[in-house]
């Protein structure tokens, strides 16, 4: 016979009750904001960049890239450290440290004299970056009621967006009225804004329970992030993952993450906890949310070339024209938790990722005198999809962990999405230039020998050598717009492809409908297992929990032998 047996709820952490949550929600966005927003405002400025002084600093491709670079690999490669020392130091102390020193990095930046100089000094606003962007999203975790977490954590997903959309947009009016400097000279009173909110209005919080720093595990984790992100860039950059340069720092970036999971799982004080990858739920919105930003970063990427080499629209015009993306994660992402309560997390997740392959399937309608309108929409579809993806997926993430370890699940999750990115811009650009080149490779004939190379390198170097050599080069802009438009095509069916495995990985392992969003995308559990005492942190436990049809009230109770 069945009985019921009682087993206690989770104890609600004080902390998490803030009657100044909302305030501090604001806060926390400004930070974020300026963080993500500086990478999309750099790529409007990298002409500008690369003109002679006094108008730049007479930067090559190569040091172009590298000034967006070297700030992702120390961004990148630090996440993880990042979000481990907030829970052991405090988060509010590790996002005030991030603040200033990605404020005097950007500082820095601003008044840099050559190119070395601004690729150290990006390197150090990523290094502030890194202590930034976990901690805000553990900080939520901790201000928040467990109810409350899907809303908020829809907005800090739809700051996100907006900041990627509207970089663009900031960069262009800067750009057309200051030097090239004010990009990033902009960040330093918000930056200072940002940090008066923080000191008067965030609450301090950390693991009371931290255990001992395990050194070796932090080295092996940065080694093995910063040698795989490395060869992603140089393998994207090269169009060839082929390439010494590009598959040796890979396989040695695989290898050394490899060993540092099997370390993990043997040391006493792991920094990553293995375990929580055996939770289904946790894994999959994982995958889930890189697939997604490997399809954001992608779009972001090709779009802007469209609209600017083959449409001849500005900067200005390029970031407005991209602004119903961000529209849309705004409408959405703090919406998301209605779609979820009604269909559950696999269902909303599911079709995020349908929109998103939709957008990238409807990019094949784009010609070189399509209606600009027809962007627009896929713009638009693009960010609801991405707003259905990221705050449910979010939060599945923080609520399979308990919540003072909410600063390494924030780092997962952070880290994962910008792996997820920084390979959609490797991979879907490696194989548009690839694409591109062999497209245009036989319309090149009428420009002199030297120049061929340069200018079958991709639509910028064709275009740019044609209206230096003038009238004898316009043979070929045409077929280069033809030819770009071409591998455009081919990129997006590979980037629906991606999408398309987002929601094949939603629907075969995410949570199902559930009664019940706040702080557990799944129904509470029922079975005999869960009568007992269990190692595995309440929330964790709510988080990967069976399906079912329970209530929150149900959470009290489950049926044992």
């Known amino acids: 016979m069945t009985t019921t047996a009682p087993v206690a709820a989770p104890p609600r952490v004080p902390e998490a009750i803030h009657k100044r949550r909302w305030a501090i929600l604001t806060v926390l966005v400004f930070s974020l904001l300026v963080v993500v927003l500086d990478n999309s405002i750099l790529n409007v400025a990298m002409k500008t960049i690369a003109t002679p002084a006094p108008i730049g600093l007479g930067a090559t491709q190569s040091q172009l890239e590298w000034a967006i670079n070297s700030y992702t690999l120390v961004f990148v490669g630090l996440l993880f450290t990042a979000g481990l020392l907030g829970d052991r130091l405090g988060r509010k102390k590790v996002l005030l440290f991030g603040m200033v020193v990605f404020g005097l990095g950007s500082l820095l930046c601003s008044m840099a004299t050559s190119p070395g100089e601004l690729i150290a000094f990006r390197a150090a606003m990523g290094f502030g970056g890194a202590f930034v962007l976990p901690a805000t999203l553990a900080i939520i975790m901790n201000v928040f009621e467990r109810e409350e977490h899907p809303k908020a954590i829809g907005i800090w997903s739809g700051a996100v967006g907006l900041a990627i959309a509207i970089g663009p947009i900031a960069g262009g009016l800067l750009?057309?009225?200051?030097?090239?400097?004010?990009?990033?000279?902009?960040?330093?009173?918000?930056?200072?804004?940002?940090?008066?909110?923080?000191?008067?209005?965030v609450p301090d919080s950390r693991d009371p329970k931290p255990g001992k720093l395990d050194p070796l595990g932090v080295l092996l984790s940065m080694v093995g992030l910063v040698a795989l992100i490395y060869g992603i860039i140089k393998g994207g950059q090269d169009a060839n993952f082929g390439a010494t340069e590009s598959w040796v720092p890979m396989l040695l970036g695989v290898l050394v993450l490899t060993g540092f999971v099997l370390y993990q799982r043997r040391a006493k004080h792991p920094v990553l906890t293995i375990s929580w990858f055996r939770n289904k739920?946790?894994?999959a919105s994982v995958v889930a949310i890189g697939l997604a930003f490997f399809a954001l970063m992608g779009v972001t990427f090709?779009?802007?070339?469209?609209i600017q080499s083959v449409r001849g629209y500005s900067p200005l015009q390029a970031g407005l024209l991209l602004l119903p993306l961000a529209v849309a994660q705004l409408i959405f992402s703090p919406r998301a938790r209605l779609i979820v309560d009604r269909w559950g997390v696999k269902a909303t997740v599911a079709l995020g990722m349908a929109l998103i392959a939709v957008a990238?399937?409807?990019?094949l309608a784009l010609g070189r005198h399509t209606g600009i309108w027809v962007l627009e929409i896929i713009a638009f579809v693009q960010g609801a999809g991405m707003a259905l993806v990221m705050p449910p997926a979010s939060v599945t993430i923080m609520a399979s962990l308990p919540r003072e370890k909410a600063g390494s699940g924030s780092a997962v999750n952070n880290t994962f999405r910008q792996v997820g990115g920084s390979l959609g811009v490797a991979v879907l650009g490696a194989l548009l230039s690839t694409t591109y080149r062999s497209g245009i490779k036989d319309h090149l004939g009428s420009l002199p020998q030297g120049l061929r190379g340069p200018a079958g390198e991709s639509i910028e170097g064709t275009l740019g050598i044609a209206e230096k050599l003038g009238p004898s080069a316009a043979g070929v802009v045409d077929p280069a717009k033809n030819a770009f438009i071409d591998a455009m095509h081919t990129t997006s069916l590979a980037a629906a492809a991606a999408a398309v495995l987002g929601l094949i990985v939603a629907l075969l392992f995410l949570p199902g409908k559930s009664a019940s969003y706040g702080g557990a995308m799944s129904p509470k559990a029922?079975?005999?297992?869960?009568a007992q005492p269990s190692a595995v942190p309440?929330?964790?436990?709510?988080?990967?929990a069976a399906e079912g049809g329970a209530t929150e009230a149900d959470a009290t109770k489950a049926p044992a032998e």
Do not use: C, K, R
């Not at 090709?302 to 469209?306: K, P, S």
């Not at 309440?538 to 990967?544: G, H, M, R, Y």
């Open 175 to 201: 750009l057309a009225h200051f030097w090239w400097g004010s990009v990033f000279l902009v960040n330093v009173p918000i930056v200072i804004a940002a940090l008066i909110g923080m000191v008067w209005l």
């Open 281 to 283: 739920h946790f894994s």
């Open 302 to 306: 090709f779009g802007v070339f469209y």
């Open 360 to 363: 990238f399937v409807g990019f």
């Open 526 to 530: 029922s079975g005999p297992e869960q």
């Open 538 to 544: 309440a929330d964790a436990a709510e988080a990967d």
